[in-house]
């Protein structure tokens, strides 16, 4: 280092020059430096970094439910199917299910709940899954479930009595849909071995059946849904094997199939209480009841709660008038209804 006075060189160590003599300034010995530390590895910025992925909505939002709806309601009971409605006239509902024992039970509003009764069972044993029952007019109900055999059966009540249960045939793969028109009129649909919807119908007499293909998801899950909102309309609602919900309709020939989208739980339930209104309920894959409706224009889903078992039930017996009834988590039979 040089003398800050004559500028000869001088060691660090030395307190005076040793060319010109003078005493040089005390000085501090340098501070030891750490040593640099590793740096973990960051990619440089991107100028234009791509925005975080946009997630597409649920097909099913909870929405709030409208004024109108009445709280679920117990009705007692132990079943061990999805129930069944119909309904000949105002303020008149029966019931249907099957029991611990494998026969039809039967259980019906007119002033007043009345208690269960068993309609018992086909000739042939046990019902396989849920029944399946429609009003044609005044004091009329037809049932009609799937045996052991797999078959179509039937039974009906005429006004003063119970029918016995009759084997209309066929080969089902799952539980019936069942509408009626008019009086005397009656359409069944199923799925078949096949996973497509079958169709047979009373007309003056018993039809053949036949084949309606299926949704272009594929052979669809569980039993359709059907209902007639005036003659010779008839609307079907099946659960696709993509989940969502496909509808396809009767008006003087059959249309072609449709995707309403969601992410269905269960088979779907539909009635109607004028033309051109479609009301569809479906269990949602959280167990909650959702709905769906048609008045013009397809509406979004509303979740309306609960906890369910199976697939609902639902039918109407006047305008703006719904009853739903669903199997619950203890196997009893719920009741909600919509009357505005």
Not at 248 to 267: P, R, V, Y
Not at 297 to 326: K, N, Y
Request: aromatic fraction near 12%.
């Amino acid at each position: 280092m040089p003398c800050p006075f004559c500028g000869a060189q001088v060691a660090f160590q030395d307190n005076s020059c040793n060319t010109c003599g003078r005493p040089l300034p005390k000085r501090e010995a340098p501070q030891a430096q750490p040593p640099p530390q590793p740096q973990a590895y960051a990619p440089p910025p991107q100028a234009h970094a791509p925005p975080p992925p946009q997630h597409a909505p649920p097909p099913m939002q909870p929405v709030a439910l409208g004024k109108g709806w009445s709280r679920w309601e117990d009705l007692g009971g132990q079943i061990t199917s999805s129930p069944c409605v119909s309904s000949w006239g105002k303020r008149r509902l029966d019931a249907f299910a099957r029991g611990p024992d494998g026969a039809m039970w039967h259980l019906y509003f007119d002033d007043g709940w009345k208690g269960w009764e068993s309609l018992g069972n086909p000739m042939n044993g046990t019902l396989q899954g849920a029944p399946a029952a429609v009003s044609w007019g005044d004091d009329r109900i037809d049932c009609f479930a799937r045996s052991v055999t797999q078959s179509m059966v039937h039974k009906y009540w005429n006004g003063k009595s119970w029918s016995s249960w009759e084997d209309k045939g066929g080969q089902l793969s799952s539980d019936l849909g069942v509408c009626s028109w008019g009086s005397r009129r009656l359409d069944c649909f199923v799925r078949g071995p096949d996973g497509q919807l079958w169709h047979t119908w009373f007309d003056d007499g018993w039809k053949g059946w036949e084949p309606l293909g299926q949704p272009m998801s594929g052979p669809f899950l569980d039993e359709p849904a059907v209902v007639s909102w005036g003659k010779r309309r008839i609307d079907i609602f099946v659960r696709g094997a993509n989940n969502s919900l496909w509808h396809k309709w009767f008006d003087d020939g059959w249309k072609n199939w449709e995707d309403l989208g969601g992410q269905l739980g269960s088979a779907p339930a539909v009635c109607s209480w004028d033309d051109g209104r479609l009301d569809v309920f479906v269990r949602g894959n959280d167990n909650a009841l959702w709905h769906k409706y048609y008045n013009g224009t397809w509406s979004g889903w509303e979740g309306m709660g609960g906890q369910l078992q199976g697939t609902p039930a639902c039918v109407s017996w006047g305008h703006e008038r719904i009853d739903l009834f669903a199997r619950s988590m203890n196997n009893s039979l719920l009741h909600l209804y919509f009357d505005d």
